[in-house]
């Protein structure tokens, strides 16, 4: 397997843009969660989908983002309008109800200028 | 929800020396304690985990503990090389949530030759 894969891994746009981060988990892995990371804040849980449902989303930081998960396969992680306070890197991660890792994707570092 | 608290922010010693990371949780239902390692422009990666029924765990030069009672874990890093550098990150969750992670804030380790 791949791994978890993002897409795409950089992306610079200008503020008030509408950005859409890209995420295939690990077949057969069941969790799926969307983190953001930034000096200041560390690493932060934004939305949770377990079996492709969201599960937790209290870490999103306000309607601006939404994240949907149609399939096993797929997710995305959307930001409109994009604010510079966005940028960070978000990453994606799965794992699966037999094994509590979690795998991490490359990440996807986000400009918003 | 849960919160994680991890001292120090950084952390610098010299080659050979041993490091500790110090982790703290909120939630006394959280029992799966895993650490990741971040180098630089990489994705975390899982190095070591410990579950609540286990006080101890070793994997060659890395360590960790847990005392549920006091609610703290600790990374303890033996023989230091410089390919130790890299910013580690603690982790709490419980099974009933999912593996859904709240990480620390990160130690940034510096190992110097």
């Known amino acids: 397997d791949a791994g978890v894969i993002q897409s795409p891994r950089h992306e610079v746009t200008e503020m008030g843009q509408e950005v859409t981060l890209r995420c295939k988990p690990i077949s057969g892995h069941n969790s799926l969660f969307w983190y953001r990371q930034t000096m200041m804040r560390g690493l932060e849980l934004l939305i949770y989908?377990?079996?492709?449902?969201?599960?937790?989303d209290s870490g999103m930081p306000e309607d601006r983002f939404s994240a949907k998960m149609p399939n096993a396969s797929f997710s995305t992680l959307k930001i409109q309008p994009s604010e510079p306070r966005d940028s960070a890197v978000y990453f994606c991660?799965?794992?699966?109800?037999?094994?509590?890792?979690?795998?991490f994707g490359q990440g996807t570092r986000l400009t918003v200028v | 929800g849960e919160n994680v608290e991890q001292h120090p922010s950084t952390l610098s010693v010299q080659e050979g020396d041993s490091a500790v990371i110090k982790c703290t949780y909120s939630d006394s239902a959280s029992n799966y304690f895993p650490w990741y390692k971040q180098e630089l422009g990489k994705r975390p990666q899982l190095i070591i985990d410990?579950?609540?029924?286990?006080g101890e765990k070793k994997d060659q030069r890395i360590a960790v503990t847990l005392n549920k009672t006091a609610k703290h874990f600790s990374l303890h890093i033996t023989e230091t090389q410089p390919e130790d550098s890299a910013v580690y990150f603690c982790?709490?969750?419980?099974?009933?949530?999912?593996?859904?992670?709240?990480f620390g804030g990160g130690t940034r380790l510096m190992v110097k030759p």
């Open positions: 410990i579950r609540s029924n286990v």
């Open positions: 982790a709490a969750t419980t099974n009933n949530a999912g593996n859904m992670l709240t």
């Open positions: 991660a799965s794992t699966s109800r037999w094994n509590t890792e979690a795998f």
């Open positions: 989908f377990n079996n492709n449902v969201p599960i937790d």
